[in-house]
């Protein structure tokens, strides 16, 4: 049973360029969350998908944006990168009700790296 | 809103003692803790969690937690750590009625031989 799955492992960009993160979810589950992670930091709320719908978002600007598809996998868009874009970004999945919504299975994440 | 402090950011311990990591949280409601744990390079591992119920909560790899409602605490113990357990701890809180979790800066635990 795969767990939540995350494409690229790393990226490199420059400043002003679009990035797109790919995320699929752990098997069975519906929901999708992101997390922003800054070198030596916890990891940060960006925002969570459930039913294909943005159901709650974290203090990050309209720069960043996602989408939640039928099959309930899930990319993280961000326009107009910054330096201090540069983290490792977390997907992680759960139930989209009760107790389960709660992330508890996370991806290894994707490296972004802005130059 | 919630709020996590874990109070030491570097804990050095030597291999088969015992180790425990300080978390604080602040919130106006009830809420989730949880624990985490991440290795060099990889995502977060969830260690054990406290929804309801019993306060000592156990979980994997010998690891376990007790929740303190009057100093809204939820330390992390084990009372014999191995070299394997080197890592990054996270602790973290959810309101019971929100969708995100809450992270602290995390404890970076060092085993040495």
Redo the contacts between chains.
């Keep these: 049973d795969a767990g939540v799955t995350q494409s690229p492992t790393h990226l490199i960009k420059t400043r002003g360029q679009q990035v797109t993160l790919r995320c699929s979810p752990k098997s069975g589950h519906d929901t999708v969350s992101w997390y922003q992670q800054a070198l030596g930091q916890g990891p940060q709320f960006i925002f969570q998908y459930y039913e294909e719908e943005e159901r709650q978002r974290g203090n990050f600007p309209d720069r960043f944006s996602g989408h939640q598809f039928p099959n309930y996998s899930s990319e993280l868009n961000v326009n107009a990168l910054l330096l201090g874009d540069s983290a490792l970004y977390l997907c992680a999945s759960s139930l989209g009700q009760g107790e389960h919504n709660v992330p508890q299975h996370f991806g290894d994440g994707t490296r972004l790296s802005i130059l | 809103a919630q709020s996590?402090t874990q109070l030491d950011s570097q804990v050095p311990v030597f291999e088969e003692a015992p180790v425990e990591l300080r978390c604080n949280y602040s919130s106006s409601v009830s809420v989730?803790l949880?624990w985490?744990v991440q290795y060099p390079?990889?995502?977060?591992?969830?260690l054990l969690?406290y929804?309801s119920g019993s306060t000592l909560v156990k979980g994997i790899n010998g690891f376990e937690a007790e929740f303190n409602k009057s100093q809204t605490s939820f330390h992390l113990r084990k009372p014999s750590v191995h070299i394997s357990d080197t890592a990054e701890y996270?602790c973290?809180v959810?309101d019971l009625n929100?969708?995100?979790?809450?992270?602290?800066?995390?404890t970076t635990v060092t085993v040495r031989a």
């Design positions: 996590v989730y949880f985490y390079n990889q995502g977060l591992q969830l969690k929804l996270f973290a959810s929100d969708y995100k979790l809450s992270f602290g800066a995390g």
